[in-house]
Nanobody, 114 residues
């Protein structure tokens, strides 16, 4: 089992910045991907950014150039979010994939006011 604990999030004005962090614990050996998803009210959960154990990074088109994912250490990833827009408002979930199983954090609310 993998446990994920998120921190960060909150309320920010349009154009502002926030940083999310996610710490994995438990069976962290062989985690192949860690990343962030988000879900806005009435919408499906979508991938925002993810990083592989080998360092390969992927972003959703909507956040390219504004968000940066990084691996702080072997079990912690962060998401720096700049130039935030009201459309970025959502619950952000940390995700880890280990042996093809998905693990999720509890989610943290990000609200961007216009």
């Amino acid at each position: 089992q993998v446990q994920l604990r998120e921190s960060g999030g909150g309320l920010v004005q349009s154009g502002g910045s926030l940083r999310l962090s996610c710490a994995a614990s438990g069976d962290i050996f062989s985690i192949s991907f860690m990343g962030w998803y988000r879900q806005a009210p009435g919408k499906e959960r979508e991938m925002v950014a993810r990083i592989s154990s080998g360092g390969a990074i992927g972003y959703a088109d909507s956040v390219k150039g504004r968000f940066t994912i990084s691996r702080d250490n072997a079990n912690t990833v962060s998401l720096q979010m700049n130039s935030l827009k009201p459309d970025d408002t959502a619950v952000y979930y940390c995700n880890a994939i280990r042996y093809a199983l998905n693990y999720w954090g509890q989610g943290t609310q990000v609200t961007v006011s216009s």
